[in-house]
């Protein structure tokens, strides 16, 4: 009797059940639709919204990350050089945490030297007595908190700065202070989770809070607290807001890390990053630390380069532009360097550069499995669902393989795959749709190359493909055509659109209000440039209004 099997380790997820299931049923904007493909003809359109339907995301507390814990000493100390230990990402604070925040507030005060650095605002201008103390009080705790203190805070924070004063002098007390106020709940937690039950709009200052939060991974600048503190934010001017920070070079890593957690590059649970993927150095002799500079470079160079001209998603899927050095032209067969044209036929746009498709391939060989999933999940934003426990974790690596009755045969990769995955057992649902949507990719080895054949069998490259389970069903002849049809896909937009919104919101995307995706999906198209995108997430109700949940 043949056994089916299924393949675990090249595949971070498989499925049980009917694929295209969301994981959570806020995945789907609405059910049934007529615009799901999986809806049979003549299914009527069910909204997601009614006429009571209050889009928001949830209304959550939680800690500064590292990066914003950083970003936000150094501009409320104006020190850009300050380096933190602090690395507890965890939603509420650790006791390592805690000790690392207390030993980096000291670090941060002493490093600065506050007195003379124009942090405190009346050692060069006025007398420095408690009335200064109270100004400094005012003034960080202003910028820390994201607002003005109320009256229990400065005194809690006066109260601090006199006791210390008693035993320590004058600048030892403020120091103390400043320490104090690197450590407090009010500057280490953004709390959204306020008032009673049911669905809010966020005031000016909250408002300020999440757009810098999200932009700049940092605390409000003076000018959008003052905006914040005028009503501006409320009443028309949150896109003039947004647009400003956006400008700035500072949301630029903003941008960078979003294409980067969405290709992997940052590494995830289930894969490396492309800093940490091992190649065998006797198939990739090229590859080494240089290269990989050069692979990571190349994305943030395109990503940069189109969204700073108005690009889209679309132009992010195609566009052959690239900018390399000597080694990664070497990879990619060019003769010359700097700004270039990829060739015709072999590249598109971020799914076929060598970043991407080496993150998602094993040492030796591809992973159309990886790939595959992929374009699924991440792309077309359709769940998979967890593996069967019957999954095999032995690696597909195609060249001599044994076959099912034990006798050595030569596969390609794709070849491996398809007899490991076919047959009628419990893989087949699943790889019956990953499998086509990662075959397209197989002309690129495991560090991106293209080839025309296999390394290591010489065997003829297969790319034929196919894509299911979206609103661009149908064949698809290599990697260059799925990134095309992809491009045109408005269930791709779509996803797209909701990972966006889901970061702005630190919201998981399972989690996402249905209405609220549906609302502002409905006002992206094909020819929206990435940063009209993040303006139109930035101006839609899930982004100015939370829902706090019933106490359980």
């Known amino acids: 009797m043949r056994t089916s099997w299924c393949i675990a380790l090249l595949l971070p997820v498989a499925c049980m059940g009917r694929i295209g299931d969301p994981v959570a049923p ?5 059910t049934p639709r007529a615009d799901d493909p999986k809806a049979p003809p003549g299914t009527p359109v069910v909204s997601a919204c009614d006429a009571e339907s209050s889009p928001a995301s949830p209304a959550t507390t939680r800690a500064l990350t590292p990066t914003q814990y950083e970003n936000a000493v150094r501009d409320l100390l104006q020190d850009p050089g300050f380096t933190p230990t602090f690395d507890d990402a965890a939603p509420v604070l650790t006791e390592r945490g805690v000790r690392q925040l207390r030993n980096d507030a000291e670090a941060a005060v002493e490093r600065r030297g506050l007195w003379g650095a124009g942090v405190i605002p009346c050692d060069a201008t006025g007398p420095v007595d408690d009335a200064c103390a109270s100004e400094v009080i005012a003034r960080l705790g202003r910028l820390a908190y994201r607002r003005s203190l109320t009256s229990e805070e400065a005194a809690w924070l006066d109260g601090v700065y006199r006791s210390a004063r008693d035993e320590l002098g004058f600048e030892d007390a403020v120091d103390v202070v400043v320490q104090v106020l690197l450590q407090s709940p009010g500057f280490l937690y953004v709390n959204e989770a306020t008032g009673a039950p049911g669905v809010r709009a966020l005031d000016d200052h909250e408002l300020a809070t999440r757009l810098a939060m999200f932009l700049w991974n940092s605390i409000p600048d003076e000018a959008l607290l003052v905006a914040a503190e005028s009503g501006e934010l409320t009443s028309g001017g949150l896109r003039d807001q947004a647009k400003r920070l956006l400008e700035s070079p500072r949301a630029e890593p903003t941008i960078q890390r979003f294409f980067a957690e969405w290709l992997a590059l940052n590494g995830t649970p289930l894969h490396d990053s492309l800093e940490a993927a091992m190649k ?4 990739f002799p090229e590859y080494d630390a240089a290269l990989v500079r050069s692979m ?9 380069d189109v969204v700073s001209d108005g690009g889209s998603l679309s132009d992010l899927l195609t566009t052959r532009r690239a900018h390399v050095d000597a080694a990664l032209a070497d990879l990619y067969g060019l003769e010359g360097e700097g700004d270039v044209e990829l060739p015709e036929g072999e590249r598109a746009g971020l799914l076929t550069r060598a970043a991407f498709l080496a993150v998602y391939a094993s040492p030796d060989v591809q992973s159309p499995i990886r790939r595959g999933v992929f374009v699924i999940e991440e792309v077309l934003c359709r769940p998979l669902g967890e593996p069967p426990p019957n999954a095999n974790d032995v690696p597909v690596t195609g060249g001599t393989v044994y076959d099912e009755m034990g006798g050595e045969v030569v596969r390609s990769v794709r070849q491996d795959v398809e007899a490991r995955t ?4 419990t893989c087949v649902a699943c790889h019956s749709v990953i499998n086509p949507a990662g075959f397209p990719f197989e002309h690129y080895d495991a560090i991106g190359r293209f080839r025309e054949r296999e390394l290591g069998t010489d065997l003829p490259i297969d790319t034929a493909g196919q894509l299911t389970y979206s609103d661009v ?8 055509e799925l990134s095309a ?7 791709v937009r779509d996803c797209f659109t909701k990972r966006w919104l889901s970061t702005a919101t630190a919201t998981p995307i399972e989690h996402l209000d249905r209405c609220a ?10 020819n929206t440039s990435v940063t009209d995108l993040i303006l139109d997430v930035i101006e839609s109700e899930a982004f100015s209004h939370v829902v706090q949940q019933e106490a359980p």
Not at 517 to 526: F, G, K, M, S, Y
Request: hydrophobic content about 35%.
């Open 26 to 30: 806020e995945d789907a904007p609405g």
């Open 280 to 283: 065998d150095a006797e198939r």
């Open 296 to 304: 990571r470079a190349e994305v943030e160079h395109l990503v940069r």
């Open 422 to 425: 076919g047959g009628g057992g």
């Open 473 to 480: 069903n149908g064949p698809i002849a290599d990697a260059v």
């Open 485 to 491: 049809t992809l491009a045109g896909s408005k269930q």
């Open 517 to 526: 995706v549906e609302r502002l999906t409905a006002r992206i198209d094909a």
